[in-house]
Structures are given as structure tokens and as C-alpha cells.
């Protein structure tokens, strides 16, 4: 009995068991509380002062369950499972924030009437979706990533353009996107075009520079070996530079892939047919429908991450050699 015990006590104090304990501790007391708040929601002098210190309570324990599983290692998926988690939580207290505190819904709606409205409404959310993002922002981010790569490898090639084209290629980062926009709308049209024409401007500068970075990031002495070994300019650049570059290229894709998304929502605020994730913040907006601007607003955030997941782990794929990913 004794020694049961004794393992008892070194399974309980394990880390993944201080982990599953503040988990489950956490999600008992969020149950409690919310059924608390149901009860005095009821009562007709109802207070949200008394639940403060209760919520904070809550507050506490999510946090230290969230710090005891991302203090984990050891398996792959414990990252996920942390992200989750946090994201779990927000959502929960953004829910119970809103109903305790009455927050009138024009100003913030609760997360639960947003997915109401996703359900609702998710055949207008699917066309919004394919016009801004299956159209403008594929067809912009693969034309402006790739145009800054080509151009980057030909300033390389020959320094002499770096005098005229980069000073020139600056500029497409300098333009104000509400200036570019319209007129991008008067030379393309309406339809989406015009918004992968504002994308290409957004993301060719960063995929010129970070080409140009990752280029000369090849050591002297690899480069002198190439050159002993009577390697020319495209052999060194497929089988050493391009390589070395592949970090800084899938940095600048990671980073224009929000950019895209960013620039071709803000590009529909200035003319669009009538669909589109833009068109319809603005228009929604305007008719202060505010829970499918939020619910627009977690389909385009959605996108974001899921094209910022996709990249990150073709990256580890890529990359597998290099000592970033082989020591994450």
C-alpha cells in the first residue's frame, strides 16, 4: 500500500499530470461559472459587480493551465494542443465578457451570435471567398511573389541593373494602397483583376529584397569552392545560392500572403461587383449589420492562418536541412 502510494504521488507530480489536473480544473470551474452567470442573469437586480472576483478565479486557473501545457516537450502536437487551448479560452471569456457586462452588440457581438451568422450565412461568405481569395489573391500573390524573384535573380545576375531597377522597384512599396487602388479599378475594371493588380504591387518589393538577401547570403568560401570547381553562374545558383536563399524566399512568401489578403480587401472598399469579402465589410458596415462584419472578418482571418500553416510546413519540407527548422 505504501509503495501504490508513492507511485501515486510520482504519477501526480509528473508534468503532464500538473498539466491534465489544471486542465481539468480549469474546465470545471468555467462549466461552474457560467451556469453562475446563467442564475444571476435571471434575477431582476442583477449585478455584474459580485462575478468579478469569480471570473478573475477562472481567469487565474486558464491561465495556469495554458502555462503547464505549453511547458510540455517531448511530443509534436503539444504546440497545437496549447494554440487550441488559448484560442478556447478567448473565445470563453470574450462569450462570458459580452454577456456578463451587457457590451451592446453593435459594438462587439458575442463569439456565439458569429458563428450563428457563419451558419446562416455561409453561402455569401463561399461566393465572398472565391472572388476575393481563390481569384484575386492566388492569382496576385503567385504574379507579384513570383515577378520579384524573377527580377531579383536578373539584378543579381548583372549588378548594373540594381541602378535602375531597384530604385524603381522601391517605389511599388512607397505608393499609398488607397491611392493605387482606384485607379487600378479605372485600368482593370470592376472584377477581380483590378484587386490581383494591387496585390502584385504589395507583394513584389519583398520578394525582391528578400531574394536579393538570400543570394548574397552564400558564404565566400562555398562560392570559391563552386568556382574551383569550374562551376558557372547557373550551376552555382541552383546547386548553392538558391538553396541558401530558400529561408528568406519562404519568409517573404509567409509575409505576402498577408499582404495580399490585406491589399485586395482594402482594394474592394473602392469599387466591386457585388461579392467579395471587402464589399462586403463596407457594405455590411454601413447597414451597422456589425455580426457578419465579424463573421467576414474570422472567414478572412481563417484564410490567413490556414495559408500561414500550408507555408510554414512546405518550408520544413524545403528547408529540412537548415539549422532553423532542424532545431525547432
Known amino acids: 500500500a505504501g509503495e501504490a502510494r508513492m507511485s501515486f504521488a510520482r504519477d501526480a507530480s509528473t508534468p503532464e499530470a500538473k498539466a491534465v489536473f489544471a486542465l481539468v480544473a480549469g474546465l470545471s470551474l468555467a462549466a ?38 505549453a511547458a510540455l516537450d517531448g511530443r509534436p502536437w503539444y504546440g497545437t494542443a496549447t494554440a487550441a487551448l488559448f484560442g478556447l479560452w478567448l473565445l470563453y471569456f470574450w462569450q462570458v465578457g459580452v454577456t456578463l457586462f451587457d457590451v451592446p452588440k453593435v459594438l462587439l457581438p458575442s463569439p456565439a451570435w458569429i458563428g450563428g451568422m457563419l451558419v446562416d450565412r455561409w453561402d455569401t461568405l463561399a461566393a465572398d471567398w472565391m472572388q476575393t481569395v481563390a481569384k484575386a489573391v492566388v492569382v496576385g500573390w503567385l504574379l507579384g511573389s513570383g515577378l520579384g524573384f524573377v527580377v531579383g535573380v536578373a539584378i543579381d545576375r548583372a549588378p ?24 487600378m479599378v479605372m485600368w482593370f475594371g470592376f472584377e477581380w ?55 528568406f524566399i519562404f519568409s517573404a512568401l509567409k509575409v505576402n ?12 472598399f ?24 465579424w463573421a467576414t472578418i474570422v472567414v478572412a482571418s481563417a484564410t490567413g492562418m490556414l495559408a500561414y500553416t500550408l507555408l510554414s510546413r512546405l518550408e520544413r519540407r524545403v528547408n529540412f536541412w537548415h539549422p532553423s527548422v532542424r532545431s525547432a
Not at 519583398?206 to 562555398?222: I, Q, W
Not at 500572403?257 to 474592394?268: F, K, Q
Open 32 to 69: 461552474g461559472f457560467w451556469w453562475l452567470v446563467d442564475r444571476a442573469l435571471q434575477q431582476p437586480d442583477f449585478r455584474a459587480g459580485p462575478l468579478v472576483v469569480p471570473l478573475l478565479v477562472v481567469l487565474a486557473v486558464a491561465g495556469l493551465g495554458v502555462r503547464r501545457l
Open 257 to 268: 500572403a498577408s499582404l495580399a489578403l490585406i491589399g485586395a480587401i482594402v482594394a474592394e
Open 160 to 183: 548594373f541593373l540594381q541602378r535602375g531597377l531597384l530604385p524603381l522597384a522601391s517605389l511599388t512599396s512607397t505608393v499609398p494602397l488607397v491611392a493605387v487602388a482606384p485607379i
Open 270 to 293: 473602392f469599387g466591386s461587383p457585388t461579392v467579395g469579402l471587402g464589399f462586403r465589410i463596407s457594405t455590411e458596415a454601413s447597414r451597422m449589420n456589425m455580426p457578419l462584419v
Open 193 to 247: 483583376p483590378s484587386k490581383a493588380a494591387v496585390v502584385v504591387l504589395m507583394t513584389f518589393f519583398p520578394m525582391l529584397v528578400a531574394t536579393l538577401a538570400g543570394l548574397a547570403s552564400a558564404g565566400k568560401l562555398e562560392r570559391e569552392l563552386m568556382h574551383s570547381y569550374a562551376a558557372g553562374y547557373a550551376r552555382t545558383l541552383l546547386d548553392l545560392r538558391l538553396p541558401m536563399a530558400m529561408p
